[in-house]
């Protein structure tokens, strides 16, 4: 099914998912979003938006991957809402439900000196003050007050996994550039 308001394309190579479209939103077109993350910026300050389908469950009115140029985005409670040029009505918003919304990472907003996406974290080495490699991280999870990355290793040929919390107390740098994190801890901890 293919929706002509809407303009293929294709999918950068640096795009992420960011959330995905819960349901329309009013009578004029705008929609409500899921975003993955807490602090939606990437939303808020990209104008294009990369829709595919939902993987399961609702129909969109479209295949393959679309552009969405988008007009507004703001926060709406604990989700955000957004209207785009090529949905002009309620029925065309609701043929975007359950879509997942990807943004270019080139488009994410500069993080501040000392932040970082997790997105950028996720495949760094991780090495300890030594030089002993620790593992790659796979993921990062919040715990409350700080965020824990979460780093995949082998032992005995079985994979593992060990978390470090994701303060200053703990890691030293973080190169982007040459992949890598260094931290002060010990592989038996």
Known sequence: MTNPLLEPAELPADAVEVGRVLDAWGIKGWFKILPYSASPE??????RWFLQPAE?????????TVLLKIKQARDHADTVVA?????????A????????????????PTPEEGEYYWVDLIGLAVVN???VALGTVT???????????????EEGGKPQERMIPFVDAYVDDVDLAARRITVDWQPDY
Request: glycine share 12%; hydrophobic share 40%.
């Open 42 to 47: 990437a939303l808020f300050s990209s104008k």
């Open 56 to 64: 399961r469950g609702a129909k969109n009115s479209f295949d393959g």
């Open 83 to 91: 209207s785009a040029q090529d949905i002009p009505d309620r029925t």
């Open 93 to 108: 918003a609701e043929g975007l439900k359950g879509a997942r919304i990807f943004i270019a990472r080139s488009s994410f």
């Open 129 to 131: 003050r030594e030089g």
């Open 139 to 153: 993921d990062l999870m919040a715990t409350g007050p700080q965020q824990v990355l979460v780093i995949g290793h």
